[in-house]
């Protein structure tokens, strides 16, 4: 057995395979989530329950690492908070996926008037007219969310999760095929 490391040329080929296949994964479980919103949405909310209790169980064990009463004090309480939501999530997670729906709707209003705002602070410069096309399309996504919601709550978690594996895989897949030519190039 051999304790001298493995150059990084034998190693790089083995990545950008992986990565491409992680890629290629990620897109078709994009798909998925397209196809299937609602499981999807349930889905976001049951891993944000369970990001909730260990967020939970992260501040109680900070909590003994603290070594003020104040500072132990604060920290169980924002502890048994994240806990007791995190299990409240898990319990009824239909609810909390329309909560969930109903404050994304809220975030993209407020993130289309910053982005509408900034592109007039920016209006000078080359460029500002897209931020203000996203600000606009981010407050017309906004407005439908809220506008169908409840409704909503069936296929919008789902399907922008969906929309948003498909770009990261797409965009991942693009990066190692790069790199898997440039690394083609060398040999």
Same mark, same amino acid.
């Given at each position: 057995m051999s304790t001298a490391a493995t150059p990084f040329s034998a190693l790089a080929?083995?990545?950008?395979?992986?990565?491409?296949?992680?890629?290629?994964?990620?897109?078709?479980?994009g798909l998925f989530a397209i196809l299937i919103p609602p499981l999807s949405g349930l889905a976001v909310t049951l891993i944000f329950a369970w990001a909730m209790i260990f967020s939970g169980i992260t501040h109680f064990v900070f909590a003994f690492k603290t070594h003020t009463t104040g500072?132990?004090?604060?920290?169980?309480?924002?502890? $048994? +908070? #994240? &806990?007791?939501?995190g299990v409240y999530l898990l319990m009824h997670p239909l609810?909390? @996926?329309?909560?969930?729906?109903l404050i994304? $709707? +809220? #975030? &993209?209003?407020?993130?289309?008037?910053?982005?509408?705002?900034?592109?007039?602070? @920016?209006?000078p410069r080359h460029g500002a007219n897209w931020l203000l096309v996203d600000g606009i399309i981010t407050l017309i996504l906004a407005i439908m969310i809220w506008r169908s919601w409840p409704?909503?709550?069936?296929?919008?978690?789902?399907?922008?999760?969906?929309?948003s594996m498909i770009f990261s895989g797409f965009s991942r897949l693009m990066l190692s095929?790069?790199?898997?030519?440039a690394l083609n190039n060398e040999n």
């Open positions: 080929p083995k990545a950008i395979n992986w990565s491409i296949a992680l890629s290629i994964l990620l897109i078709l479980a500072g132990v004090l604060w920290e169980i309480i924002v502890g $048994a +908070v #994240y &806990l007791v939501t609810d909390a @996926l329309i909560a969930l729906t994304l $709707a +809220v #975030y &993209l209003f407020f993130e289309g008037i910053v982005e509408v705002v900034q592109s007039f602070q @920016l209006r409704a909503s709550t069936v296929w919008v978690i789902g399907t922008l999760v969906g929309i095929l790069a790199a898997k030519r």
